[in-house]
């Protein structure tokens, strides 16, 4: 019989993002990336597994006919303190469970490293912004830390949809609802649920995930009627991004689609996480401020990502953070090593990144030796104040 609570626990004390109950295997943690057996657990069985899936779905009849006609189901738990995202899916008829750990305390934007420019675009009355990244790049947290902030300093309607909800916000200076999509939620889709927050006279939409062209099409007409929309796109990058959004519309509705894109996009800020050289993991953003320059670029006939990254790395006056210059950066400060930094990117920038790490030391030392001279003028100040 398996002890769900047991490996739950061992999940929370051990600071584990995922639990994985895979029948054949041992009950698996996932910890700053490593794949690591809870030991004292046996191989789960079918039976095991049987029981782990009526854990999570407790008796919710919808829930469970829905895994059972669609093979797949994103649900939610709730483990003492701690809330779970949980992802059930079939393997050999079998069941196979992923369980997120959502760590109550939810860090700020400075601790996990988001550029305050971010922060600052929040500020936005109206427009488009978005965080992207890759799965298990930090989405959702950075998410919810911009959620916080604005909770905390604007006194505005935040309307929320997410799938499943993994941070719950008590209202501080601004209303928030939060609402759960899927089956057995608040709202059956994404696409529905953004559609009607035009009725809800919210100033702020949050999607967790833009994922077919109704959703697009509703946050965009969400964000052209005035409203600030935060969504989330599964993309590894800034102009990869754009390209997605455009793609979303059939080519014949794209020049509309870019002009309006174009005006209604404020920020995009795509995130990595890499293990840093103390087995945590390190922030690895790229910003794009959208001023006239990408906005030129996301009109033009025929898109090109690599004029946009181009342009993304260059803009650092209005903003933006290149994907190159935060890997060099992270380098200079000894936080991930060279190979760690080179594999993140194409081999056709890998000189551009030794000549940003270049100019970073060469930065670095003059502030270094700009700081030793006045050292010894501040302690003469300071012996001579004594006297």
């Not at 046996?42 to 779905?57: G, M, P």
């Not at 935060?326 to 993140?344: H, M, P, R, Y």
């Not at 302690?379 to 004594?386: A, E, K, L, P, T």
């Amino acid at each position: 019989m398996i002890d769900v609570n047991a490996i739950l626990l061992k999940a929370k004390k051990e600071g584990a993002s995922d639990v994985h109950f895979i029948p054949g295997l041992k009950p698996t943690l996932r910890i700053n990336r490593d794949l690591v057996d809870v030991e004292d657990q046996d191989i789960i069985t079918k039976e095991d597994i049987l029981e782990v899936y009526d854990y999570f779905l407790k008796g919710n009849v919808d829930r469970d006919k829905f895994f059972r006609e669609n093979k797949v189901l994103d649900t939610s738990a709730v483990f003492e303190d701690i809330r779970l995202r949980v992802n059930i899916s079939y393997s050999d008829g079998l069941p196979v469970i992923t369980s997120r750990l959502i760590k109550k305390e939810l860090p700020t934007y400075e601790d996990l490293g988001v550029p305050d420019i971010v922060r600052r675009m929040t500020h936005q009355t109206q427009g488009l912004l978005l965080v992207t990244g890759k799965t298990n790049s930090g989405k959702s947290t950075t998410l919810n830390a911009l959620i916080n902030y604005i909770n905390e300093n604007e006194n505005k309607k935040i309307l929320t949809l997410e799938s499943p909800v993994e941070y719950k916000h008590e209202s501080k200076k601004s209303i928030i609802i939060q609402k759960e999509v899927g089956v057995g939620g608040d709202v059956p889709a994404y696409s529905i649920g953004t559609k009607n927050s035009l009725r809800e006279d919210c100033d702020i939409l949050i999607i967790g995930e833009i994922r077919d062209r109704e959703t697009m099409d509703a946050a965009i007409e969400t964000a052209e009627s005035g409203h600030l929309v935060i969504g989330t796109l599964h993309t590894k990058s800034c102009a990869e991004t754009i390209d997605r959004m455009i793609n979303f519309y059939d080519v014949g509705d794209q020049t509309q689609q870019k002009y309006l894109i174009a005006s209604l996009l404020k920020l995009v800020v795509s995130q990595r996480l890499i293990k840093n050289k103390k087995g945590t993991l390190s922030l690895v953003p790229e910003v794009m401020v959208v001023d006239n320059v990408i906005a030129g670029l996301i009109r033009k006939e025929k898109l090109s990502v690599a004029e946009i990254e181009d342009a993304i790395q260059s803009s650092s006056a209005n903003g933006s953070i290149g994907l190159i210059n935060s890997l060099a950066k992270l380098f200079t400060d000894d936080e991930i090593t060279l190979d760690q930094a080179k594999a993140q990117l194409e081999e056709k920038n890998l000189e551009v990144l030794n000549r940003t790490i270049m100019q970073l030391r060469i930065k670095k030392e003059g502030q270094d030796q700009m700081q030793q001279r006045q050292d010894p003028m501040s302690n003469n100040n300071m012996r001579m104040g004594q006297y």
